[in-house]
């Protein structure tokens, strides 16, 4: 969730690729959607002197006109910006992203390990009070399925959705594969095929006794973040977990940085959310967060919570 320019002149160390369970695709960009690396510009590793001279030089741009010029094109608002996004270049590129082919470079496989833990650690918040078998979750904003695929083969009766239909048809492609293999692999536990929806955020609706959004809220500004944060929480009974870009002075610099950068790649605005912001929009309907944690690689961050009815 934290991509902030096209190329950097340090290496990456990387860990091992994450078990194949953990990395079936989940198609959510990073704080910019410019993550080719294929961009000739590049920019140095940031110290101390260089972020006070870049800020200086951010006064002097306006990245946010560019945003607006990408909305008229397409007609609408962040949401139809989105949309069209994700079910035009945006799927191609991450679903490769997120899948398991070697063609990405170095920042889009550590995009790909990065979201891979934020998917491990919400899988063992899940199971820590017990098994998910016959617990009903609602994936809001599943991407392509890489944590939906999981619970299912976990016992979950996962309802999923994502306002992207490419990424739907993906993930439910995934899905049968995924868990017609699993029935088969001698488990006690058979899964259930999760149902998938093409819709947004606004529209969910039901009772689940967990709702997790994972890496979503960047697509929404903090006024209308809020809102669907009280949305989601009315859906859930028991549980709501939430991951979403940190918003601190460092990381909205580098954020703005990136954002000089447009490339072709780049279509969709990504805002940062404080944690204290978040937590205040699930006090005012009645809950509490009770766990938490960030989950970063060198182009990825993500704060994580878990909260309850308070």
């Known amino acids: 969730m934290a991509l902030f320019t096209t190329a950097f002149s340090s290496l990456i160390h990387f860990s091992p ?81 997120y ?44 991407g392509t399925g890489s944590l939906s695929i999981p619970l299912a083969k976990s016992g979950a009766v996962v ?31 058979v899964p259930v095929m999760p149902k998938f929806e093409v819709k947004d955020l606004e529209s969910l609706n039901g009772k689940y006794h967990t709702v997790v959004c994972l890496d979503v809220l960047i697509h929404y500004p903090q006024n209308k973040a809020d809102g669907m944060i009280a949305h989601l929480a009315s859906l859930a009974e028991k549980r709501l977990i939430l991951s979403f870009a940190p918003k601190t002075l460092y990381y909205d610099l580098l954020k703005r940085v990136g954002e000089l950068f447009p490339g072709p790649s780049k279509a969709t605005r990504a805002y940062l959310h404080s944690e204290a912001d978040v937590e205040k929009a699930l006090q005012k309907v009645g809950w509490r967060i009770g766990k938490r944690g960030l989950i970063t690689t060198q182009f990825y961050f993500a704060k994580l919570v878990e909260a309850v009815p308070a």
């Not at 979201?115 to 016959?134: F, P, Q, R, W, Y």
């Open 17 to 97: 690729r994450p078990s194949k369970t953990l990395i079936v695709p989940k198609a959510i960009p990073p704080l910019s959607s410019t993550i080719d690396g294929s961009d000739p510009t590049a920019l140095a590793v940031l110290g101390g002197g260089s972020v006070a001279a870049l800020a200086a030089v951010l006064s002097l741009t306006d990245p946010e006109r560019r945003r607006k010029l990408q909305a008229q094109e397409v007609g609408g608002g962040d949401k139809e910006v989105v949309r069209e996004y994700f079910n035009n270049s945006g799927f191609q590129r991450w679903k490769k992203i």
């Open 99 to 142: 899948g398991e082919t070697d063609d990405v470079n170095r920042v889009q496989l550590d995009i790909r390990i990065g979201h891979a833990k934020t998917v491990d650690n919400v899988i063992k918040m899940l199971i820590e009070e017990g098994s998910l078998e016959g617990v009903t979750v609602c994936d809001a904003g599943c």
């Open 159 to 189: 309802t999923a959705s994502d306002i992207s239909s490419a990424m739907v048809a993906e993930a439910e492609r995934q899905a049968k594969e995924e868990l017609q293999k699993g029935s088969t692999d001698g488990g006690s536990i």
